[in-house]
């Protein structure tokens, strides 16, 4: 009886925390997000900030989180930061990555563009963190935000193209990049509108991303961003 009364008491306790998201809100969030993929634009395509503007934009979103947090315990949650569902995302996310992993050298072996070096061992530990934040705003952030709007009822099939057009027009001019980001985002959306685990996505994300520069795109994103400060 007394556990069955405790479990009450923190269920009740939890739905008091919980803040109804107005529609303002997500539109807020929206906005941040897309003037987030324009400073790509401006700050690591133009100005060639890559490092800055990525510790900018991870510093900034994390500040966000942690605002929201304070206001809503639950938002985590609700985001997608939790491992109660860790290994049930995880199962239907790795069939994906060995599928594309094989496409990766498969493309990299006819184009003569796989280059493994031992520069992609930091970009495996480091890239996750960026790659949590990017699954954060574009499938959490947009395609959640679009998903749960109250006055607006938007298909699932219209969030996840949406998402995956944005997605890869922030990748341009990178052909290769904007055809591989769109397909992760359709994948991803179809995942995450199903079962939110952000911190799944953002492993992978990292993962799959650092492969893909050093076998497809021909690319040391290591040497780009953090060697030309040394």
Do not use: C
Not at 34 to 39: A, H, K, P, R, S
Not at 124 to 145: D, K, V
């Amino acid at each position: 009886m007394k556990n069955r009364l405790t479990k009450y008491l923190t269920e009740f306790s939890s739905l008091k925390l919980t803040r109804p998201i107005s529609d303002k809100v997500r539109l807020l969030e929206i906005s941040g997000v897309v003037l987030t993929g324009i400073g790509k634009f401006f700050f690591m395509d133009y100005l060639n900030w890559r490092l800055p503007f990525v510790v900018v934009a991870i510093l900034g979103w994390s500040y966000y989180v942690y605002y929201r947090y304070k206001k809503d315990k639950n938002v985590l949650k609700d985001w997608g930061f939790g491992f109660s569902n860790f290994k049930s995302v995880l199962k239907m996310t790795w069939p994906f990555a060995l599928v594309s992993i094989a496409l990766f050298f498969l493309i990299g072996y006819i184009q003569g563009t796989i280059n493994l070096t031992w520069h992609i061992i930091p970009l495996l530990i480091t890239y996750p963190i960026w790659g949590s934040i990017q699954q954060f705003l574009t499938i959490g952030l947009l395609a959640g935000n679009l998903n749960d709007f109250k006055k607006i009822k938007f298909s699932k099939s219209f969030i996840i193209i949406i998402t995956a057009v944005f997605f890869s027009i922030i990748h341009y001019p990178t052909i290769w990049l904007m055809i591989g980001t769109f397909d992760l985002a359709l994948f991803y959306g179809h995942i995450y509108l199903k079962a939110k685990n952000i911190y799944v996505l953002g492993l992978f994300h990292g993962w799959l991303g650092a492969l893909f520069y050093y076998t497809v795109v021909n690319q040391d994103p290591f040497t780009d961003v953090f060697l030309k400060y040394f």
